[in-house]
């Protein structure tokens, strides 16, 4: 079993800045890959960021600039630094993993359950 959790999700004005975080646990071999994605209300999921565990990283648009995703290799955690945050980031924000449990296993798709960001005056 693997478990993403994350964290740091809450209210902020718009200009504010949070940290998300996601620590993954559980049977793991490896980890290729983790990102953040995000889906607002009424509207489909969209990839935020990700970054590799060589560093990697990839950007959607409307965050390049503004949002900075890093990766602790020893920690298994993935952080999403945001910054100039808009009211249209307002989602539910989603950790993402691609890794193996074991050796001989493929790559598999893992997801958090999500947390919520709101940024509101």
């Known amino acids: 079993q693997v478990q993403l959790v994350e964290s740091g999700g809450g209210l902020v004005q718009p200009g504010g800045s949070l940290r998300l975080s996601c620590a993954a646990s559980?049977?793991?071999?490896?980890?290729?890959?983790m990102g953040w994605y995000r889906q607002a209300p009424e509207k489909e999921r969209e990839l935020v960021a990700v970054i590799t565990t060589g560093g990697i990283s990839n950007y959607a648009d409307s965050v390049m600039g503004r949002f900075t995703i890093s990766i602790d290799n020893v920690k298994n955690t993935v952080y999403l630094q945001m910054n100039s945050l808009k009211p249209e980031d307002t989602a539910i924000y989603y950790c993402?993993?691609?890794?193996?449990?074991?050796?001989?296993?493929?790559?598999?798709?893992?997801w958090g359950k999500g947390t919520l960001v709101t940024v509101s005056s």
């Open positions: 993402n993993a691609k890794l193996r449990q074991h050796l001989v296993q493929a790559i598999g798709t893992y």
């Open positions: 559980g049977t793991i071999y490896t980890i290729n890959a």
